[in-house]
């Protein structure tokens, strides 16, 4: 609690203002005024304390994704169960992309009047791809008379996934593959995931109902995903530079690599690069939910400064596929044992 000073100062000169005409301008009627002055501090500021803890704020969005262009629109919902009117409530956010640093904080002022519930729009425009998000950081509520206040944490935290807008497609030329599939291989399925599985983890937004292991979930009282063991080995494998400056070029790039890939018929995996972590992450692009899957993974994911640090560090640690293609920002490369080959028709 913040106790404001000059507010307490403003009200005890008030008060002695309304004794002064009582006393020498025989203003008696004054004097019914000065019972409810005393009274009301006493009274509303302990009701204050504690029907502020009661306040409730919360955020959403209208959808948790979009393209790139369009508006997302969040919802600030806030709700007073209590009879108590809060009439100046400041609510402090951030909205962010995940790959742009931005500390710029937003003021929201609402007023709780007793027993309502209700909730504000706020449309934020995108112009680039990657993870956005809405973050309350607190909400400063002030009491009767702005004497007290208090600071209460506002738990905020809203992602949508901001997609590249589907553009016309690459044109390359015919990606030859250079091994084949090995003898566990499948080739009429899409996809490489076996029937074994590798492990049991806890569910992210975004993975598929058909890999929620039910008997698990049911056990431990939260949803469970079985991730699978691969069974072949693709021998295209797409590797984007998640390089700073370049990265919503790269995005768009290889979203339009994927679908012209895609329509061809071509199988195909994404290779994501963690540089913190030095990892990497395959993706099976067979269909609209595992591309968009992919970028939510990869907008998660560190940027770093460098063209062709993925692509090294791809053939440095011996990684499964000779046949590479390297996107980064509107350049596409192919690689043949880390030779770059002609791709262009």
């Known amino acids: 609690m913040k106790i404001h000073i000059w507010s307490i100062i403003r009200y005890l000169f008030i008060f002695i203002l309304i004794v002064f005409f009582v006393l020498v301008f025989k203003q008696n009627y004054l004097v019914f005024l000065l019972f409810p002055y005393v009274i009301l501090p006493a009274v509303l500021i302990p009701a204050f304390l504690v029907n502020v803890k009661k306040l409730e704020v919360s955020g959403s969005a209208a959808v948790s994704d979009l393209e790139v262009g369009s508006n997302i629109l969040f919802y600030t919902e806030y709700s007073n169960p209590t009879f108590y009117p809060f009439l100046k409530c400041i609510l402090s956010f951030t909205i962010r992309n995940q790959y742009y640093d931005s500390d710029k904080l937003n003021i929201l002022n609402i007023s709780m009047m007793p027993k309502t519930k209700d909730k504000v729009n706020i449309s934020v425009m995108t112009s680039k791809t990657g993870m956005v998000v809405f973050e309350g950081k607190n909400i400063q509520v002030t009491g009767f008379m702005g004497m007290v206040s208090m600071t209460l944490p506002a738990a905020i935290n809203v ?67 079985k991730e699978m063991e691969r069974t072949s080995v693709m021998s295209l494998v797409l590797v984007p530079e998640l390089e700073k400056s370049l990265i919503d070029d790269t995005v768009e790039t290889l979203d339009a690599l994927c679908r012209e890939l895609s329509e061809r018929g071509e199988r195909f995996e994404v290779c994501l690069y963690n540089d913190v972590a030095c990892m990497f992450d395959y993706y099976v692009i067979d269909d609209e939910e595992a591309l968009q899957n992919c970028y939510r993974d990869m907008y998660y994911l560190p940027l770093y400064e460098g063209a062709d640090k993925a692509k090294e560090a791809y053939y440095s640690s011996g990684q499964k596929s000779s046949l590479l293609v390297s996107v980064c920002g509107k350049k596409v490369g192919l690689f043949e044992d880390g030779l770059e080959v002609d791709i262009t028709q």
């Open 159 to 225: 992602e949508v996934a901001v997609f590249p807008k589907k553009s016309k497609h690459i044109e390359v030329a015919e990606i030859p593959y250079s091994e084949g599939y090995d003898e566990y291989t499948e080739p009429d399925l899409k996809g490489s995931l076996s029937s074994d599985i590798k492990e049991i983890r806890e569910y992210r937004p975004g993975d598929r109902m058909s890999r929620i292991h039910w008997k698990i979930s049911a056990k431990i009282d939260e949803l469970a995903v």
